[in-house]
C-alpha cells in the first residue's frame, strides 16, 4: 500500500486530549517515524501507543467518516449537505468515485496506522527500560489495533481484498490477497495480541496493573492487559462469525466482556470512541444538522404489545425533524433524524447488545442440523425484549435459515443502527440485494436512478502504483473481478 512518510510523533502529539489523562510529555521537537524506529525511548513508544487510539478514530464521527457514509451505503442514513451533493449522487446513485473523499477511502488512513503499529512492535524492543511485561502489553495492544484497522479496510472493500504484507519499506508494495487471507491475517493478529496480553497479566503476578501508556475514557474498564483482553476476544468473535467460523466466535466470546446472563443486563457495556470539547481533541461530528435517518426505518420498525408503540430501540435512536430533501433530482427525502449523538457523545467500536446477537448468530450456525436454534432464539429474544420492548420470538415459527437470518437481521438493524455500518455489512455477506431508493428513472428524466454500491474500489493512487492490479479492475457495483 501506498503511505507518505510523515512525522508521525508530531501530529499525534499534538491531538492527544485524553480527559482524565495525565500526560507528562517533553517537546520531543516533532519527532518522526526514523525516530521511533532507530531511537526509541519509553517516552516515544508510549506516546506512539497512544497515537494508535487517535489513528484508530480517526473518520469514525465525521460526516465522511464510516459510521456516516457506510450509514448511507446501507440506506440507514441521508446525508442533505446542500454544498456537496456527492452525499447522495455518488454514494446512492453511485458509482463510487476511487480518487476522491466519498469513494477513495478508508485505506490510507488505516494502513498508516498499521504502519505506525510495525514502527511501534520493531521500537519496543530496543527500549532497555521497559519491563518485559509492558513489552508484552504494549505488542498485544498494537496487534489488536492493528487488527481493528485491517477489519475496516476489509469490510469497506470486500471482494478487492487487500494488503496484509505491510512491514516494508515504504517504497516497497506488498502483494494484494483475497478477502478470505485478510480475514485469516485479521485472526492472526487478534490471537497474536491475546497470547502477548496474556504474558503481561502471567508476569504481573496478579497485581493487574494498566498499561504503561494512557486510553481514552471509551476504554474504561479495559485499561489493563487483563481487561484488554476481553475486548480482543470480543473483536475476534465479530471477525469469526464474519468469517463463518461460528465455532471459534463461540469460544471467543466466552473469553469477552459479554453479559448475557444477568438480571439487569447492561448493554452499553463496551469501548467506545470518546470524543469531547477539550483542547486538541476532537468533537463527534454525526450530530451534524444535514444527517437524516432514513425513512425506512420508521416503515419497517415493529410494534410493541400494544401494537402501537414502536420498537423502543427506535425511539431511542429516533426523533421526527422537519423535512429534508436531497438535491434535485435525486427522489429521496426524509421526516426523522438520529437522536442518540451529540458534539461529545461516543460511538460503540463494540459492546455487549453486538455481542449478544453474535452469539445467537454463531448458536445457530455452529452445526449443521440446527441444534442449538431454541438457544439461539433465546439470545434474540434476550434483546428483543429487554432493548426493543417487543414480545418474544416462538423458535417453532423458525423453520428455515432463511427465517432466522431475517430476524437476525431484524434486531442486528435496530440494536446497532448507525453505529459504524453494519446493516450494509449483514446484507452484503448474507447476499441479501439493499434497498434501492428509487428504482427506475421518472418520465422526465430528472430521477436518476440509484445504485447498490457493494463495496470500496481500491484507491486511485495505488492502483497508479500497481498498473494491472486486477483489484484495481473492480467497481463499487461489481460483486467479483
Not at 532507530?38 to 506516546?47: A, E
Not at 416503515?299 to 436531497?326: E, H, L, M, V
Not at 492502483?463 to 473492480?474: F, K, L, S, T, V
Request: aromatic share 8%.
Amino acid at each position: 500500500m501506498i503511505i507518505k512518510k510523515l512525522p508521525l510523533l508530531g501530529v499525534m502529539l499534538g491531538s492527544l486530549g485524553l480527559p482524565g489523562c495525565d500526560l507528562d510529555i517533553p517537546d520531543l521537537n516533532n519527532p518522526g517515524q526514523d525516530q521511533l524506529d532507530t531511537n526509541p525511548t519509553v517516552t516515544t513508544v508510549n506516546s506512539a501507543a497512544t497515537g494508535l487510539l487517535i489513528g484508530n478514530r480517526t473518520a469514525k464521527g465525521t460526516t465522511t467518516g464510516y459510521v456516516n457514509l457506510l450509514g448511507i451505503l446501507g440506506r440507514e442514513a441521508y446525508d442533505f449537505d446542500v454544498s456537496d451533493n456527492r452525499f447522495t449522487t455518488e454514494m446512492l446513485q453511485g458509482p463510487l468515485i476511487n480518487n476522491d473523499a466519498f469513494g477513495g477511502g478508508f485505506w490510507a488512513g488505516p494502513y498508516a496506522n498499521i504502519r505506525l503499529g510495525n514502527l511501534i512492535l520493531h521500537g519496543v524492543d530496543k527500549v532497555d527500560e521497559y519491563a518485559d511485561r509492558d513489552k508484552q502489553a504494549i505488542r498485544g495492544f498494537t496487534h489488536t489495533i492493528q487488527a481493528l484497522e485491517l477489519m475496516v479496510v476489509i469490510l469497506t472493500h470486500d471482494v478487492t481484498g487487500a494488503v496484509i504484507d505491510t512491514d516494508r519499506p515504504v517504497d516497497e508494495l506488498g502483494p494484494f490477497v483475497s478477502k478470505d487471507a485478510v480475514y485469516v491475517e485479521i485472526a492472526r493478529l487478534l490471537d497474536q495480541g491475546r497470547t502477548e496480553l496474556t504474558a503481561a497479566v502471567a508476569a504481573d503476578a496478579g497485581d493487574d496493573a494498566p498499561f504503561s501508556f494512557p486510553l481514552s475514557p471509551g476504554f474504561s474498564g479495559f485499561t489493563t492487559p487483563k481487561n484488554f483482553i476481553k475486548f480482543n476476544r470480543a473483536i475476534r468473535a465479530r471477525i469469526a462469525v464474519y468469517h463463518k467460523d461460528y465455532q471459534m466466535a463461540l469460544d471467543a466470546l466466552a473469553a469477552s466482556f459479554i453479559d448475557d446472563t444477568s438480571e439487569t443486563i447492561n448493554f452499553n457495556l463496551g469501548v467506545f470512541y470518546s470524543y469531547s470539547v477539550a483542547v486538541g481533541d476532537a468533537t463527534n461530528g454525526l450530530n451534524n444538522r444535514s444527517i437524516y435517518a432514513h425513512p425506512g426505518l420508521t416503515t419497517d420498525a415493529k410494534k410493541q404489545p400494544d401494537n402501537k408503540t414502536p420498537d423502543a430501540r427506535y425511539g431511542a435512536k429516533i426523533i421526527s425533524a422537519a423535512i429534508g430533501n436531497g438535491p434535485t433530482g435525486s427522489g429521496v427525502s426524509s421526516t426523522i433524524k438520529f437522536k442518540m449523538y451529540t458534539n461529545i457523545s461516543s460511538i460503540p467500536v463494540i459492546r455487549n447488545e453486538e455481542l449478544i446477537l453474535l452469539k445467537a448468530e454463531a448458536l445457530y450456525f455452529s452445526d449443521a442440523n440446527r441444534s442449538q436454534k431454541q438457544a439461539a432464539v433465546d439470545k434474540l429474544n434476550i434483546v428483543r425484549q429487554k432493548s426493543g420492548g417487543l414480545g418474544p420470538l416462538d423458535a417453532n415459527q423458525i423453520t428455515s435459515d432463511d427465517a432466522f437470518i431475517q430476524a437476525l437481521l431484524y434486531e442486528r438493524r435496530y440494536s446497532l443502527m448507525f453505529e459504524g455500518g453494519h446493516r450494509w455489512i449483514d446484507l452484503r455477506r448474507f447476499g441479501i440485494p439493499l434497498p434501492l431508493d428509487v428504482e427506475m428513472d421518472s418520465a422526465d428524466g430528472k430521477v436518476l436512478k440509484h445504485v447498490r454500491n457493494l463495496h470500496y474500489p481500491v484507491p486511485l493512487a495505488e492502483c497508479d502504483a500497481r498498473p494491472g492490479e486486477p483489484a484495481c479492475a473492480i467497481a463499487s457495483q461489481q460483486s467479483s473481478p
